[in-house]
């Protein structure tokens, strides 16, 4: 009996507050104290017990509204709710700070996107009372795929992470690298607030390596219109950037500009001016532009920018694909000096066109945190989806040694399959042998790169993957030790994340 004898005390104003100042009602009653709310439309908490988190409604006017199971408690009517997607659909109604809304004028924001459902109250436990924008939901359609999760799943998770830890500061939704018109409808049809267009399938990766006449060559076969567009615009024009910066463009980095980035920007175009444009709400519109085989020039990354600019696309972030290596899980790869440099004059036509640049695949890479937080003045979009899941297995690691070997067997069986969704350098051969630790250094495998990347790459799997009767290899168990243990969970993300703000100057 916890969240029972809290029901008992509920209508007792000086107990309640008496509760209150104490700060022990979820010690003692196993119920979050910022999800309390009494209000004329609904009087809620969300409780917990060793099996799982619900909502428990004693009244207002939408009681009936919530689907549940009635329960009496010392002759007061109740209802134990399940934290489903039609029920978080009506916290949306009641409470509108549970809404995602867009970033609006904030400087900093974090994607931090929950692979799982679990993260989010830990992420806000960080960020409350801080000037960083969270985007709390953040899944990419191959994401959900290997989770076997929807955007309303998601964004449930959020509002339920919302409403147990009271936050009002506002939060978003992002419909991760999406590449279709259907896509993009889906996501804001959920309520999504935030849209990250991949044009990836847009962007000619075959210009890249091929010699001056080959480029040419490719660039005299577009039709004579669309080539007198974009030399009047470009060719051999100087442009001057706010601080000082010039971009000089020539006929061959205008040909391969053109040859790579005329389809997407279209394509871009296309998704702004006949959906979102269109749309009942704010919705921050972000271009990535880092699928490519090769870096973005600042050429290209000026004439991009300055074509949306001209065409009226407003966006709020530009993903382009910085120098050197943004892999999964791990640090930067790549010369730091050459980054800053490049940095510094993507920035300038960032700014110089309004908009902030977006890092990418950013957990993690500690050592260019200080460039991007300085470069930027603190005025960018950082996307650290996944490190939420490593932090879970570590809480694995931590408490259930035997579930964290075998999952970590599977990953390495599993590796050379999750590889072709990510880029990695990591092979089998160079995963360390998880008999070779004690179980009091299994967390010293989420420190060596390689075990990180396979681990991290192979979720999908290890949530996924089912025995020969049809029951879940790991994922039961997993999500098992995850509740029973969440203040773990809330710790090692505290920690984590806390490094990622720390090194960026946040």
Known sequence: MKWQNFIEIWDDNLAFERLKSSGEIQKKFNVYEESINITDLCCCFIAFDENEKFLILTGGSYFNSFEGEIIVISGKKCKKCSLSNFNSKLIRDIFNFTNPVSIGDKKVSIGLGDRLGYASAGHLKLLKGKNIFPVLAQQSIRE??????????????????????????????????????????????????????DCSEHINNEIEGLTVEQINAKYMQLDAGMRKYWEDKY????????????????????????????????????????????????????????????????I??????????????????????????????????????????ELLIHNTIAKNFGYRLSIHSGSDKFSVFPVIGRVTDGNFHI????????????????????????????????????????????????????????????????????????????????????????????????????????????????????????TLGL
């Not at 309303?152 to 018109?181: F, I, M, N, P």
């Not at 382009?320 to 800053?340: A, M, V």
């Not at 990180?452 to 790991?474: E, M, P, S, V």
């Open 235 to 298: 060719k051999d024009k100087t442009f001057k950037l706010n601080g000082g910066t010039d971009i000089y463009v020539n006929k061959t980095e205008l040909a391969v500009t053109v040859l790579i980035y005329s389809a997407a920007i279209n394509f871009a175009e296309g998704i702004f001016n006949n959906i979102l444009k269109k749309a009942d709400v704010k919705v921050d519109f972000e271009i990535s532009i880092d699928e490519t085989l090769t870096s973005t020039n600042v």
């Open 144 to 197: 959900l795929n290997l989770t076997g999760r929807t955007y309303d799943d998601v964004l449930s998770a959020a509002v339920w992470a919302v409403l147990q830890e009271g936050y009002r500061e506002g939060y978003g939704a992002d419909g991760d690298h999406l590449k279709t018109a259907d896509e993009v409808n889906m996501a804001l049809d959920c309520g999504f607030t935030m849209i990250t267009l």
């Open 383 to 502: 996307k650290t989806a996944g490190t939420n899941w490593l932090e879970a297995m570590r809480v694995i690691a931590i408490e259930d040694a035997n579930l964290f070997r075998a999952m970590y067997r599977h990953s390495v069986k599993k590796l050379n399959d999750a590889k072709r969704y990510y880029h990695i350098y990591t092979e089998r051969s160079m995963v360390p042998d998880e008999n070779k630790y004690s179980d009091d250094q299994l967390e010293d495998l989420l420190i060596v790169e390689e075990s990180r990347q396979a681990l991290h790459i192979t979720y999908g799997y290890l949530l996924g993957d089912k025995d020969d009767n049809d029951r879940y290899l790991f994922r039961d168990r997993f999500f098992a030790v995850l509740h029973k243990y969440e203040n773990t969970y809330y710790k090692c993300l505290k920690k984590h994340i806390g490094r990622h703000l720390e």
């Open 300 to 341: 290209a990354h000026f004439i991009v920018a300055s074509e949306f600019c001209d065409r009226g696309v407003n966006i709020q972030n530009m993903a382009p694909r910085f120098c050197g290596e943004f892999q999964k899980g791990i640090d930067y790869r790549g010369d730091l000096n050459q980054f800053t440099e």
